[in-house]
């Protein structure tokens, strides 16, 4: 063998042994290296619902968990676990390799957490059940009540997420994105409308935002199932012969938004100008005073055909009301409640 041909033989042995020395390092950093071989401390993570793999090779880089994102992420793809990964809360350790912490990721350790919202709740009442239940932000939550993307389902009349919080029993993660915890919220809501709620809205010459607002006060006003019809009713009448609604429970909402309930409603706040105030204003205020529930919602959609115009709560712990067509038959129930409540 000439000499030349020594060399070139040598150096692909080189080459071959190089680069397997090479791949073997690589193999062992992306696989079996730990992380953090001298610390065992644990950390708890969470993955939020949603998450993409570089967003979990972040979270965990940010709380040293791994010391490189690309080691990481080379392992998840390689061992085809880039997409077994689940979200939750995790207790992680510090030594732990990367294929390590990816078979922790595989486990079902998951923190489930079951809400369970009830009809007739503020939006702000559901982010503080929310914040305390599954550890959600409650800023951006309250900042996505505005958020054009969740509001574009609902059409040009809705501004505002009030009313599209469906009240129903969920399962979430702890830890889940707020936009993902409104998504799921929302996206059962358009699921429960019924189907014809289109053709129906349009008879009734009332909008999406018009028809919530309208069953947050049946909501409101009444638990009682053989009575949301009759209350729709009612105050369809007083919308289209231009009445003052005079609905208390808009002017608790007014008065929470002003940070100026205190519990008891008074002559003064009849007076306070504001868009909910239904005392002072005609017609309907701005939009829904809570998240009505989809029995609220077809009373609306398919309201008593009646002449009553009033209706006032009976007082005798039955939760019924007493409906009038005339001002002078209301004022006498009004009086004979009122006594029946101070005896």
């Given at each position: 063998m000439h000499n030349k041909q020594r060399l070139i033989v040598k150096y692909l042995i080189l080459v071959v042994l190089t680069s397997s020395f090479l791949a073997l390092s690589l193999s062992t950093s992306i696989f079996d290296k730990t992380n953090y071989p001298h610390n065992n401390q644990e950390v708890k993570i969470t993955i939020p619902q949603g998450s993409y793999l570089s967003q979990i090779a972040d979270s965990l880089y940010g709380n040293n968990l791994i010391e490189n994102r690309i080691t990481f992420i080379l392992a998840a793809l390689i061992t085809n676990k880039s997409r077994s990964m689940k979200s939750g809360r995790y207790v992680l350790n510090q030594g732990l390799s990367n294929v390590g912490i990816l078979r922790e990721m595989e486990s079902t350790n998951m923190e489930d957490v079951i809400v369970t919202i009830p009809e007739g709740l503020r939006s702000d009442e559901i982010i503080s059940m929310l914040c305390r239940k599954i550890d959600v932000d409650s800023l951006e939550l309250v900042q996505l009540l505005e958020d054009s993307v969740l509001l574009n389902p609902f059409g040009k009349s809705l501004h505002h997420l009030?009313?599209?919080?469906?009240?129903?029993?969920?399962?979430?993660?702890?830890?889940?994105?707020?936009?993902?915890?409104?998504?799921?919220?929302?996206?059962?809501?358009?699921?429960?409308?019924?189907?014809?709620w289109k053709q129906k809205s349009e008879a009734l010459g009332l909008n999406l935002n018009q028809i919530l607002t309208l069953a947050s006060l049946v909501e409101k006003e009444t638990a009682k199932s053989d009575e949301r019809r009759l209350v729709a009713g009612v105050y369809l009448n007083r919308v289209r012969a231009d009445m003052h609604l005079n609905a208390d429970p808009t002017l608790i909402y007014m008065l929470i938004k002003r940070d100026e309930w205190d519990g008891n409603l008074q002559k003064r706040h009849k007076k306070i100008r504001d868009p909910y105030n239904t005392y002072r204003y005609r017609g309907l205020p701005p939009g829904p005073i809570a998240s009505p529930g989809r029995a609220s919602i077809e009373a609306v959609l398919n309201p008593e055909n009646t002449q009553f115009l009033y209706f006032v709560g009976k007082n005798d712990g039955s939760g019924e009301h007493d409906f009038s067509e005339t001002l002078r038959q209301h004022i006498n129930k009004v009086n004979r409640y009122q006594k029946r409540k101070s005896q």
């Open positions: 009030e009313g599209t919080l469906f009240p129903d029993t969920y399962n979430f993660i702890k830890g889940t994105s707020p936009r993902i915890v409104f998504e799921k919220l929302t996206n059962r809501f358009l699921s429960q409308l019924p189907k014809d």
